[in-house]
């Protein structure tokens, strides 16, 4: 074999999209949160099945350093959503989520948890069926639906262009 074809591949110029956001976005996260995509990502193993569905780290706050004082490092606070009822359960199991954490960073980042208890997954809005279409673009629709047969593939037809052809709406704020 000749040494070009015992070369690995390398890519040239191409990066994948994960990287460039999280050096986009972990530097902001930083500055204004404390943590990073890398905690956000991997928050679901760090918290265990019983709390990676009902919890959110929002930010950690590092203590302040006094000015001509060598006090070196001090861990922080990891500030956590956490949904309803949940957050009793989680402020008894929080030694082991701050041995976990402490785990995941490599050193004793975290010395303890403050538990904040709001909604962590956000509900999906529904947008409400459009009404129907009357008129000329009922016939229009119907006239461009003439040749498909599929009956799956036409309601989905039928709700695309009903949506498309509807008169515009207002936004309402």
Not at 133 to 143: I, T, V
Not at 161 to 166: D, E, P
């Amino acid at each position: 074999m000749s040494e070009t074809s015992k070369k690995p591949f390398i890519r040239r110029g191409a990066h994948q999209i994960a990287e460039v956001a999280n050096g986009i976005i972990d530097p902001v996260l930083a500055k204004r949160a404390g943590i990073s995509t890398a905690l956000l990502g991997s928050w679901d193993e760090i918290a265990g099945e019983d709390f990676a569905e009902c919890t959110r780290p929002e930010k950690i706050a590092w203590p302040r350093r006094e000015p001509g004082t060598d006090s070196g490092y001090q861990a922080g606070t990891l500030t956590i959503a956490c949904e309803g009822a949940r957050a009793l359960f989680l402020s008894h199991a929080q030694g082991e989520l701050i041995g976990r954490i402490n785990a995941f960073f490599g050193f004793p980042a975290i010395r303890q948890i403050r538990i904040v208890q709001k909604p962590v997954v956000q509900a999906p809005r529904h947008r409400p069926k459009p009404p129907p279409l009357k008129g000329e673009a009922a016939r229009k629709l119907d006239e461009m639906m003439e040749g498909i047969d599929n009956d799956a593939l036409r309601n989905a037809v039928t709700r695309l262009g009903t949506a498309v052809m509807q008169k515009k709406r207002t936004i309402r704020r």
